[in-house]
């Protein structure tokens, strides 16, 4: 038996039939419409798709105050991060309460929302509550303070999905749940990721497929904060890494649709939803996951999953150490496994490995692959 999705219920899947498509999307045409930011957009897909499930739509102001106080939906539901739409206050004053307005991207209709609620939230609380921090320096807080001024909450009925890129491995939740029934896996691991995978991420990847039957790669793929490697080019350092390192019959590679919020411990909970959504049953959390500069501690997304219920979160936490090369062991390892002094660590920020990228340097082999390396230099020098 596969794990239930999130909430208990059904995987939710929000685009209409054929049937109603065609009357849908005409009368969608005739209604006012408001054209999606990125991120909304890429909100909008995992919603049709069930990568929120339970949730059906943009949330009202009642349930983005309980996620944001309680880190739960009223019914008691585990979720940390508000999922909402956002217009500027004409537009939302003009509209009647359970007006239809139609969300589209580049004009073009994708979905009908109806609007159940207009609301405004006091954005300091909500940031220090969500990210910890009501910073604007931190990009998610950054985000939500220049979203346009007012809330809108209703269900959507979804036209079509926003159009994205690597369709060949763009797999949605019931796609991923099948391959992994046909593969026979009733143990998945899931491995976020905003980065290219070096040997700190195959450490913990591998260490995880020691003890459950498949594992997915899941790299994330919507808004990213600009100094991160864009998806395509980690895209390519992943296929190299995984033909390369990985067997293949044991691995997934597909994307996740989601913007990062850099939200830290709130975001390792609703990317570990996620992932439950999709079909998996473990999920991968090492240090400082989803972090940003200096906000949250190293253990913060792992001490979170204390403050939920276990079953109602679903899917089980596998916690990871900070890793590193061991020069004087000759491997990976963490404070767990090796004695060795910290001179005797290879290890580098993002940072670091930002600036080596632009001075064209070459990464150490015991930071990362050569095969992944050479992509980034390459990626690096065209700029
Ligand atoms: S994240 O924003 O998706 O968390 P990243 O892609 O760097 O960033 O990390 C993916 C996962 O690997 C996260 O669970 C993170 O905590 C973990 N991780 C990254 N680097 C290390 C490391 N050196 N040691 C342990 N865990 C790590």
Not at 29 to 55: C, I, K, Q, S
Not at 153 to 170: A, D, I, K
Not at 274 to 284: D, K, L, Q, V, W
Request: aromatic letters at 8%.
């Amino acid at each position: 038996m596969s794990i239930t999705p999130h909430g208990n219920g059904e995987l939710v899947d929000l685009r209409v039939g054929a049937g109603e498509r065609r009357a849908l999307a005409e009368s969608a045409r005739a209604l006012r419409a408001l054209e999606l930011d990125a991120r909304e957009r890429t909100d909008l897909e995992l919603l049709a798709v069930g990568g929120f499930t339970p949730l059906r739509g943009f949330m009202g102001e009642k349930e983005c105050r309980s996620v944001v106080r309680e880190m739960h939906l009223p019914g008691g539901v585990p979720w940390t991060i508000p999922v909402t739409l956002s217009a500027d206050r004409a537009f939302a004053d003009s509209l009647r309460a359970g007006e239809s307005i139609a969300l589209t991207s580049g004009g073009t209709p994708l979905a009908v929302l109806e609007v159940q609620d207009k609301y405004v939230v006091d954005r300091g609380e909500e940031g220090r509550a969500v990210y910890r921090t009501d910073d604007a320096a931190h990009p998610g807080v950054a985000a939500m303070q220049s979203a346009r001024e007012v809330r809108l909450g209703g269900p959507v009925r979804v036209l079509e999905l926003p159009r994205g890129e690597f369709s060949e491995h763009r797999l949605e939740p019931a796609q991923t749940r099948a391959e992994f029934a046909k593969r026979g896996w009733k143990t998945i691991v899931a491995f976020q990721t905003r980065n290219p995978i070096h040997r700190a991420h195959e450490y913990l990847t591998k260490c995880a497929l020691e003890v459950v039957d498949g594992l997915l790669i899941h790299p994330i793929v919507g808004e990213t904060k600009g100094d991160d490697i864009p998806a395509d080019v980690r895209m390519r350092c992943y296929r190299a890494l995984l033909d390369g390192y990985y067997p293949a019959q044991r691995v997934l590679l597909s994307v996740l649709p989601a913007s990062m919020r850099y939200a830290g411990p709130r975001e390792a909970i609703f990317h570990a939803i996620m992932r439950r959504n999709y079909g998996c049953t473990h999920f991968i959390v090492g240090r400082d996951h989803a972090g940003v500069g200096s906000y949250y501690g190293t253990h913060d997304g792992q001490k979170i999953f204390d403050e939920f219920d276990p079953k109602a979160l679903g899917i089980t936490p596998l916690k990871f150490e900070n890793s590193f090369w061991c020069k004087k062991s000759g491997c990976m390892a963490t404070d767990k496994t090796t004695n060795s002094a910290p001179s005797e660590r290879v290890f580098l920020s993002g940072t670091k490995v930002r600036e080596m990228l632009v001075l064209g340097e070459a990464l150490p082999v015991e930071f990362t692959r050569p095969e992944v390396a050479r992509i980034l230099v390459e990626a690096m020098r065209k700029g």
